[in-house]
């Protein structure tokens, strides 16, 4: 099994650009999500989905779109990218009730 | 609403001693999970020890326990016989049973002297 993988590992955009961050997992977990990492403020959830057509909005989902058209796949979509969204990017899964599986992260920069 | 509390930004312990890492959380929620993850400089997120709400006795993993003082909302971290290895950054999470969502502490820093 891979896990949750992750990919691009490294991004450098730069201001109004867009892009997709992808996430796929293949252990059948309904329960994905995204969160990123800035220094001194642990991990903030930005988008979840409990399966396959539902999301719903975490705690800092501004300037971020998230779709789950099958239970594998998670992409977080920037739609205009800004410095602020400079970060840390972990998505993860796990059954609806268990510990969460990490990705290995994403490290993104916008200039 | 959800929150979660961790007030040690960072700590120092000496190898082979025990330490607590401290959190606390806000529910209203009667069923709720409570995690406890570690992130070493490596930057991977590892899960650590898992306390359900309705559990009677406090979780153990190896080296690792949770203190579970479910009156005062608090579920602190044990870490015994600490290793240079344990040095990481370390995060308490909490899924609400109502609302699935899973949501982090600003995590405490853990330097283990030798």
């Known amino acids: 099994n891979a896990g949750v993988t992750q990919t691009p590992k490294f991004q450098v955009l730069k201001t109004g650009q867009s892009m997709t961050l992808q996430c796929a997992q293949d252990m059948n977990h309904e329960y994905m999500s995204w969160y990123r990492q800035d220094p001194g403020m642990g991990l903030r959830l930005i988008h979840y989905s409990v399966g396959a057509g539902i ?20 992409p977080l979509r920037l739609l205009s990218a800004a410095p602020s969204q400079t970060s840390v990017y972990f998505c993860a899964s796990s059954s609806l009730a268990g510990e969460q599986f990490f990705g290995p992260g ?3 920069t916008v200039l | 609403a959800q929150k979660i ?21 806000d529910t209203s929620d009667q069923s709720y999970g409570l995690f406890w ?9 590892i899960f650590l020890i898992y306390q ?8 153990t993993e190896g080296r690792y326990s949770l203190n579970f003082q479910k009156a005062r909302k608090s579920a602190n971290l044990v870490i015994s016989a600490s290793q240079l290895g344990d040095s990481a950054m370390y995060f308490c999470a909490m899924r609400e049973t109502s609302y699935d969502k899973v949501i982090f502490g600003p995590g405490t820093s853990l330097s283990v002297i030798p």
Do not use: H, I, W
């Not at chain 1, 999301?55 to 796949?73: A, F, I, K, M, W």
């Not at chain 2, 509390?5 to 959380?25: I, N, R, S």
């Not at chain 2, 993850?37 to 997120?45: A, F, I, L, V, W």
């Open chain 1, 55 to 74: 999301t719903d909005q975490g705690e800092v989902p501004n300037g971020y779109n998230v779709s789950r058209s099958t239970t594998e796949d998670f």
């Open chain 1, 106 to 108: 994403t490290r993104l």
């Open chain 2, 5 to 25: 509390t961790q007030t040690q930004p960072g700590m120092f312990v000496q190898e082979k001693e025990a330490v607590t890492l401290d959190c606390t959380y």
């Open chain 2, 37 to 45: 993850y570690k992130q070493p400089s490596s930057g991977e997120m």
């Open chain 2, 52 to 59: 359900g709400s309705y559990d009677e006795q406090n979780a």
